[in-house]
């Protein structure tokens, strides 16, 4: 129960709800415990005026006998009826408040967790795989949400209704209370040991759907490949066999639940059975009225329902708790990057001194020793083998991973000071990975700003030169992305990821190898309007492409995390280094194409 004391806070919040819907919930088991004396009183009634029809046969009393008899059933009739619509209206304003309130913790929690992982940096998302941070956030808030409703409700409502239940069955006659109440223990440890089996096979099952669900989500994501390999018998068979585990762990839970309601009614029928021969004793001894077997027999009744509610609570609340202990550990984490607080106009002056980075997840050292400085209005440039850390390069430019050693100064400033929503505003960034959302491509150019206008959306796609493709589309700027914005080809979707930089007009602009798609001649187009776009901003392209590059006010060459040469095209190429002889093979493969 520890891991729930985390939700205290939102019973506190909603104290308007809880105190309301417990004091509804003792007031609809009142009006639900009283209808078992009136039926008492009732079945009295009948006992007395049928000996008494019986005793003026044949006399003109027995008519007026038999009206006071109609009329005496109507009113406890009437009586019943009432008493079970005002504890239907009760139950029906305890549902108002509890269950209500269970939906506004669920959504308070939804966005809580999802704020928090707002703020948890780069470095967790590539530690935990998305389907866990799903479920986080969906199926277990939703098992949560399942204790702070139904499972306190259900668990106020059994305690105050076994409370009465006991009291007046105990008022009335505490030998027949006592034979009555016999088989429930039993019936409270089979429920306690059934919901147990049903618990774990329910999360076997729980397990093998999300394996399952996964197996599809990625089949289908990878449809391509899947069609190119012509993988499509194997993923069939490997999909019978999973939803063939998932059938055998449900026919078990069925078997389980098939067994235990036939058990439950059982131990109910020797309750009643017990009830009525102890009662029918007592009757005979006349310590209580025929009326008290039938009041008895409606509280044992009214006793099965919550009994058979306790297994299930309890199988909540060990859910409740299994989840929220998942959601605790992510909740607590804090984030590997802190936003400082010095706020700064971007002037684009950044400074690398003696950087080091590690990553702590694969312990791969990604950058040694890295120094170079990059001054307002240049256009720096970097290239190097896959691997070599350009990616990593750009990734601490942004903040994104905190240095392992050494330090990097933005307009003298450390970076680790600056406000980072300030800083990263300031910056248009176009990652290696592509990606676009399941949304118009007007949205996705327009995502990085608030308000923007068509006249603004039209001109970075001119810039991005993605113009014409897009206007080619019979919905134009509206046409709607697929899933990872697979409607585009790979060129059209760099271009408008590029866009999407360009509209907010950056104070420095940094480009993770994000030509590498396009052609040639688009290249120069776009390199043309980012030298006229980025005229005394900063600029930082990290390419493969030579022809890309050559252009540089400064080039890094990087070699396994180390800059091996640095200079400008020229400069590079004079030097005979790494850079020339990178160059010489992209001559040669050009010449080959």
């Not at 095209?569 to 280094?577: A, I, N, P, R, T």
Request: one cysteine or more; hydrophobic letters at 45%; glycine letters at 8%.
């Amino acid at each position: 129960m520890k891991h729930l004391f985390f939700l205290n806070k939102y019973f506190v919040k909603y104290k308007w709800r809880v105190i309301p819907g417990v004091l509804f919930v003792v007031i609809s088991n009142v009006f639900g415990v009283v209808p078992a004396q009136v039926i008492g009183h009732a079945f009295n009634l009948i006992t007395e005026n049928i000996a008494i029809y019986r005793l003026y046969e044949g006399f003109d009393r027995q008519a007026i006998v038999y009206d006071i008899f109609g009329y005496s059933l109507l009113f406890f009739g009437s009586l019943i009826l009432f008493l079970y619509l005002l504890r239907g209206l009760f139950l029906f304003f305890m549902r108002q408040t509890i269950i209500l309130m269970s939906r506004h913790i669920e959504f308070d929690m939804k966005n809580e967790i999802y704020a928090h992982y707002q703020k948890l940096s780069l470095g967790f998302y590539r530690r935990n795989n998305t389907g866990d941070l799903m479920n986080r956030a969906t199926e277990d808030v939703n098992r949560v949400r399942m204790y702070v409703g139904p499972a306190i409700m259900y668990a106020i409502n059994t305690t105050v209704l076994f409370c009465l239940v006991i009291y007046f069955m105990f008022s009335v006659n505490g030998t027949l209370a006592i034979y009555a109440l016999l088989p429930l223990p039993v019936l409270v440890i089979a429920i306690y040991y059934v919901n147990t089996i049903i618990n774990q096979k329910s999360e076997k099952i729980q397990e093998q759907l999300s394996r399952l669900s996964s197996f599809v989500q990625e089949r289908f994501s990878g449809i391509r490949v899947m069609k190119s390999y012509v993988r499509e018998a194997q993923a069939q068979e490997v999909f019978a066999e999973e939803s063939n585990a998932y059938r055998r762990n449900s026919m078990g839970l069925v078997k389980v639940q098939a067994f235990f309601y036939p058990t439950m009614l059982l131990l109910v029928g020797i309750s009643t059975i017990l009830t009525i021969y102890i009662g029918g004793e007592q009757v005979i001894n006349g310590a209580i009225t025929p009326g008290n077997i039938a009041e008895f027999i409606v509280y044992v009744n009214q006793l099965t329902f919550p009994v058979t509610m306790l297994g299930w609570v309890t199988t909540l609340v060990q859910r409740a708790a299994a989840s929220q202990k998942r959601i605790n550990e992510f909740l607590q984490l804090q984030p590997d990057i802190n936003s400082g607080k010095v706020e700064i106009s971007l002037n684009g002056n950044i400074t690398f001194k003696n950087v080091s980075f590690t990553y702590a997840d694969t312990g791969i050292q990604a950058l040694k020793n890295v120094n170079f400085e990059v001054k307002k209005g240049q256009f720096l440039a970097i290239i190097g083998k896959t691997g070599s850390g350009k990616s990593t390069l750009a990734n601490l430019m942004m903040r994104m991973y905190d240095v392992t050693s050494g330090e990097i100064l933005v307009d003298g400033k450390p970076l680790g000071e600056l406000d980072l929503q300030e800083y990263r505003s300031q910056i248009g960034f176009v990652p290696q990975e592509v990606f676009l959302f399941s949304d118009t491509i007007k949205n996705n150019i327009a995502f990085g700003l608030n308000t923007v206008t068509d006249e603004q959306v039209e001109q970075a796609a001119k810039d991005a030169a993605v113009y014409y493709n897009i206007v080619g589309f019979d919905q134009q700027f509206e046409t709607m992305l697929g899933e990872r914005g697979i409607t585009l080809s790979g060129g059209q979707k760099q271009r408008v990821s590029i866009a999407r930089a360009l509209i907010k007009e950056p104070r420095m602009l940094i480009f993770d190898d994000c030509l590498s798609a396009v052609d040639t001649r688009t290249e120069e187009e776009i390199l043309s309007n980012l030298g006229r776009l980025m005229k005394g901003r900063t600029s930082v392209l990290i390419a493969h492409r030579i022809s890309t590059i050559k252009n540089a006010d400064k080039i890094l060459v990087l070699d396994e995390g180390e800059i091996v040469e640095e200079g400008t095209h020229k400069e590079l190429l004079d030097l005979g280094g790494a850079y020339a002889e990178l160059y010489q093979n992209q001559l040669l493969e050009e010449e080959n194409l």
